[in-house]
C-alpha cells in the first residue's frame, strides 16, 4: 500500500504550521517548527517567493493533504466524491476526510497521531459495530461503535492510555469512553466542528481550472 514516507517535521514546516503528525513529540520543545521555523531546504531562511493566487491556492491543498496523511491521488479521489454531493463541495471535502477510521480513532484519542491511529487500525485492533475493520480509510457513520481491543496489562494498552492522556478534547460530534476505549459517532461533523486551519474554498478553486 502506497504511503508516504518523507520526514513529517519537514512537512510542517513547509506548511508553516504544526500538523500534529508525531504525536507527543509535536507538544514538546523538540517540535521542528518550534526549532527552526522556516521553511526546509537551501533558500528556506532567504527571501520569500511572491505568493501568486495558483500558489496559495496549492498550499492550502497541500496542508489539508498533509494533515489527513494522505497521497495526491486518494485527495483527488476524495474530492471528486465531493463534488458529486449535495450541499458545498469544500465542506463535504473535509466531512468526508473526518469520516475516515483513522482520523476518528485519533480523534477520540485512542491514537497519538493519525499515522499511529492507522497502523493499529491496519494490525486489526479495532472493531466497528462489534465486526473488525482493518481499513483505515473506512467510513464511519453516524450511530456506529468504535471499540479498542487492547487487554489490560498489555503493551498495546499501553500505548493507547498514552495517547488518551495527549487528547485535549473530544469533538462535539463524537463520544468517548476512555476508561474502557469505546467510542461512538453521535453524528456526522458540521464545518464548524472541524478545526484544522483550511480554507476549502481555496481547495475547490485550484480543482475547478
Not at 527571501?47 to 492550502?60: A, P, T
Not at 499501553?158 to 467510542?183: F, Y
Request: hydrophobic share 35%; proline share 3%.
Amino acid at each position: 500500500m502506497a504511503r508516504d514516507t518523507s520526514a513529517q517535521c519537514k512537512q510542517c514546516r513547509r506548511e508553516g504550521i504544526k500538523l500534529f503528525l508525531k504525536g507527543e513529540r509535536c507538544v514538546t520543545d523538540k517540535c521542528g517548527i518550534d526549532r527552526r521555523g522556516y521553511p526546509p531546504g537551501d533558500h528556506g531562511r532567504g527571501r520569500r517567493r511572491k505568493q501568486s493566487e495558483y500558489l496559495v491556492q496549492l498550499r492550502e491543498k497541500q496542508k489539508a493533504r498533509r494533515f489527513y496523511g494522505l497521497l495526491e491521488k486518494q485527495f483527488r479521489t476524495y474530492y471528486e466524491i465531493a463534488t458529486r454531493q449535495t450541499g458545498m463541495t469544500g465542506v463535504n471535502l473535509l466531512r468526508l476526510l473526518e469520516l475516515r477510521l483513522d482520523n476518528v480513532v485519533y480523534r477520540l484519542g485512542f491514537g497519538a497521531s493519525r499515522r499511529q491511529a492507522r497502523q493499529l487500525i491496519r494490525h486489526g485492533h479495532f472493531r466497528v459495530n462489534g465486526r473488525k475493520v482493518d481499513i483505515p480509510s473506512y467510513r464511519v457513520r453516524a450511530d456506529d461503535m468504535i471499540t479498542a481491543v487492547a487487554p489490560a496489562g498489555g503493551k498495546l494498552r499501553e500505548v493507547i492510555e498514552e495517547a488518551t492522556d495527549l487528547t485535549v478534547s473530544v469533538p462535539a460530534w463524537l463520544q468517548a469512553d476512555h476508561d474502557n476505549l469505546i467510542g461512538k459517532v453521535l453524528r456526522l461533523p458540521e464545518r464548524e466542528d472541524i478545526d484544522i486551519p483550511v480554507q476549502e474554498q481555496l481547495i475547490v478553486e485550484l480543482y475547478s481550472k
